[in-house]
């Protein structure tokens, strides 16, 4: 990195390994089906309906209709998944120290670059959402990123792909009997079928595992419900949201255009350095997978708006 200002383009090849490190590096993208893609707009074959639709049957939607004795990829249509990517942007300042590091060892710079942004995305692909109202009168810069698009909890409560719990529902364990309660056939025999849950409620399931519950087993330091579905947990995933079922369903677009720009920034000592890159986050109308959510809170039709 020389004094000035640079600016470009990742190559394909180290924007290849750059992605790698990326989902390496966020657990909700190793789930999720997460494709690398050079266009704007375009489709791309979920990897769940691929497998429904080459035992020869093809979506109520398709213009096909009806059963095939042949389905190939190429039945895949825009009627099953599309995208359009958005840029989302992501500042850093990089101390001398590490500067002076990345004229030996790039890899290692490139590798902090990485597990920042996963985490930047894994925020955005579980809680983006472009209606957020911001707390303040200045939103911040989590409320910015979010608003870029919408993540995998708004698209699954507007596909209604839900299920509530109730004030009955107040150990983990309990919420999860709920979320699975009453699941299709489909989700139950999958043996890609999982739990995603917050860390927070990882903690207190791995005290109630320990202490009160047989039904939640523990094998090789991981938990299992029943001795059967993995208990993964998820760094943004909010407390009580719990998701049980496949998430290759849930298609995650990567550009494979990456834009770097470096400056030398003199008040900080240091450099920033902006990355950019484009992606989208869309839910397969078929997604095998639910979503814990509460209870609506009823409204009393009587009481004024503001509850004064």
Not at 54 to 74: E, I, K, L, W
Not at 120 to 140: F, K, V
Not at 156 to 167: I, L
Not at 234 to 252: C, E, R, V
Request: contains cysteine; proline residues 6%; negative net charge.
């Amino acid at each position: 990195m020389k004094t000035g200002k640079n600016l470009g383009l990742l190559s394909a090849k180290t924007t290849d390994k750059f992605l790698d490190m990326v989902i390496a590096n966020a657990p909700i993208l190793q789930l999720c089906t997460a494709p690398k893609v050079d266009l704007p707009i375009g489709t791309y074959p979920v990897v769940n309906m691929t497998q429904y639709k080459t035992r020869g049957f093809s979506n109520a939607h398709n213009a096909n209709g009806g059963r095939q004795t042949v389905a190939t990829m190429q039945n895949m249509n825009a009627a099953d998944v599309s995208y359009a990517v958005k840029e989302l942007v992501l500042p850093l300042i990089i101390q001398d120290s590490y500067a002076e590091d990345m004229e030996t060892s790039p890899e290692k710079i490139a590798e902090m670059f990485a597990k920042v942004f996963a985490k930047d995305l894994s925020q955005l692909i579980i809680n983006g959402d472009t209606e957020l109202e911001q707390a303040g009168d200045t939103a911040t810069d989590r409320e910015t990123m979010l608003k870029i698009l919408d993540g995998l909890l708004k698209q699954m409560v507007t596909a209604e792909n839900v299920v509530e719990y109730g004030a009955t529902q107040n150990t983990v364990e309990k919420k999860i009997i709920k979320l699975i309660s009453g699941c299709p056939d489909d989700y139950l025999v999958n043996p890609d079928s999982r739990l995603i849950i917050s860390p927070t409620d990882m903690n207190l399931l791995w005290e109630e595992a320990t202490t009160k519950r047989p039904i939640i087993k523990e094998r090789d330091g991981k938990l299992y419900f029943r001795g059967k579905y993995l208990i993964e947990e998820i760094g943004g995933f909010p407390q009580n949201a719990m998701i049980f079922g496949d998430l290759t369903g849930l298609l995650t677009p990567l550009s494979r255009e990456l834009y770097l720009e470096t400056q030398r920034y003199p008040e900080a000592r240091g450099w920033k350095a902006v990355l950019s890159a484009r992606l989208d986050c869309v839910i397969h109308p078929f997604i095998n997978a639910r979503l814990l959510v509460p209870e609506a809170e009823e409204v009393d039709p009587d009481e004024p708006a503001g509850g004064n």
